[in-house]
C-alpha cells in the first residue's frame, strides 16, 4: 500500500496544542455570545408618537421648523434632537423637497 492511501485511512487527530487552541477558541465563541446577550439596556421604551409628514421648503432648515413647533418655555436644541433621531438623521441638515417626519399638533 502507498504511504498517499495510508495517509487518507488514518483519522486525523489533534495534538494537545491543537486541542487547547480549538477549546479556547470555543470558549471565546460561547464568552462572547452570553456576553453579549446579557448586555442590559437602560431606560424604558419610548411612548409612540403621533407623526405629521412634513416637506422641506426652500431654504428652509431643521432649525427653523424646530423653532415653530417648539414651545415657548421649551429648548429648540432639544426639538431638533428630537428631529434628527425621529428622522434617523446623520445631522441636522435638511434639502428642499425632503419630506421628514414631524410630531402632530
Known amino acids: 500500500m502507498s504511504a498517499a492511501a495510508m495517509r ?7 495534538t494537545v496544542r491543537g486541542r487547547r487552541v480549538r477549546t479556547a477558541v470555543v470558549a471565546a ?7 453579549r446577550g446579557a448586555t ?8 409612540p408618537v403621533v407623526v405629521d409628514t412634513y416637506t ?3 431654504g428652509e432648515t431643521l ?3 424646530a ?3 417648539t414651545a415657548p418655555h421649551d ?11 425621529l428622522n434617523g438623521l446623520a445631522g ?9 417626519l414631524v410630531p402632530a399638533g
Not at 465563541?29 to 456576553?35: K, P, Q, T
Not at 429648548?75 to 433621531?85: E, G, K, M, N, P
Request: aromatic share 2%.
Open 8 to 14: 487518507s485511512q488514518v483519522p486525523l487527530t489533534l
Open 40 to 47: 442590559a439596556v437602560a431606560g424604558t421604551p419610548a411612548e
Open 63 to 65: 432649525w427653523a421648523i
Open 56 to 58: 422641506v421648503s426652500s
Open 92 to 100: 441636522a441638515g435638511v434639502r428642499a423637497g425632503q419630506q421628514i
Open 75 to 85: 429648548d429648540v436644541r432639544d426639538t431638533v434632537s428630537r428631529l434628527v433621531a
Open 67 to 69: 423653532r415653530h413647533r
Open 29 to 35: 465563541i460561547v464568552a462572547g455570545v452570553v456576553l
